[in-house]
């Protein structure tokens, strides 16, 4: 992640924190992080990882890519990591009843990453191109060979590991339903350009 781009995360983090009247410390809380963590972040000083920015989109109810997506999108997107899994935000979709994202992910073998429950009918959609991957809800996640697709309710616990000491390399999707539960990707965007620094 480059420097410009971990300030503009941390812009839309604390712009949205302060949206909803959140102090640092009760954000921090709630995303089960760090305030000194949280306080770097929002400050372009702390490269966030996938596990944490999760954390707080779905405290602040709303998609991973609202603090991921660029309005400009550079030429060669940014790979976010996480403790296994490394995501890179391809497009963000607007429909009339379902705001998706699409990452290009690849997951590292040898670890098991627990991504939090994101709001309520939120589903994820797994398509593995090479290697084998157990995705899913925490409690039973399924084995994805290559060639192979796999989807499941995300408003619970769900993993990400692969399965045969390989890397795997995958597409996810993530559906929201729009509304007040998840604001479609775009418009908020859209929002939060319109804010500036915060």
């Known amino acids: 992640m480059t420097k410009l781009f971990a ?8 712009t949205l924190r302060r949206l909803y009247g959140l102090s640092l410390s009760e954000l921090a809380h709630r995303a089960a992080i760090g305030k000194a963590t949280l306080s770097g972040l929002e400050t372009g000083t702390r ?4 596990e944490t920015l999760y954390a707080i989109s779905a405290q602040l109810d ?5 603090l991921l997506a660029d309005p400009d999108p550079p030429e060669h997107p940014v790979e976010i990591h996480g403790a296994a899994v490394s995501a890179t935000l391809l ?3 607007d429909d009339d009843d379902v705001a998706s994202e699409l990452y290009r992910i690849r997951i590292r073998p040898g670890i098991v990453q627990v991504s939090p429950p994101h709001q309520p009918g939120v589903t994820e959609h797994v398509t593995v191109f090479s290697g084998s991957a157990r995705v899913g ?10 060639g192979s697709h796999a989807q499941w309710p ?3 616990p769900h993993v990400y590991a692969a399965d045969n000491g390989v890397a795997v390399h995958a597409l ?6 729009s509304g007040e539960a998840a604001a479609p990707v775009g418009r908020s965007v859209a929002l939060l350009a ?5």
């Open 194 to 198: 319109e804010r500036g620094p915060a």
């Open 7 to 14: 300030v503009e995360v941390g812009r839309r983090v604390r």
């Open 62 to 66: 709303v998609p991973l890519a609202v």
């Open 91 to 93: 497009e963000t979709f």
């Open 137 to 146: 809800p925490a409690a039973q996640p399924v084995l994805v060979t290559a």
């Open 172 to 177: 996810l999707t993530i559906h929201h339903p």
């Open 154 to 156: 995300a408003d619970v």
């Open 47 to 50: 490269n966030p990882t996938l």
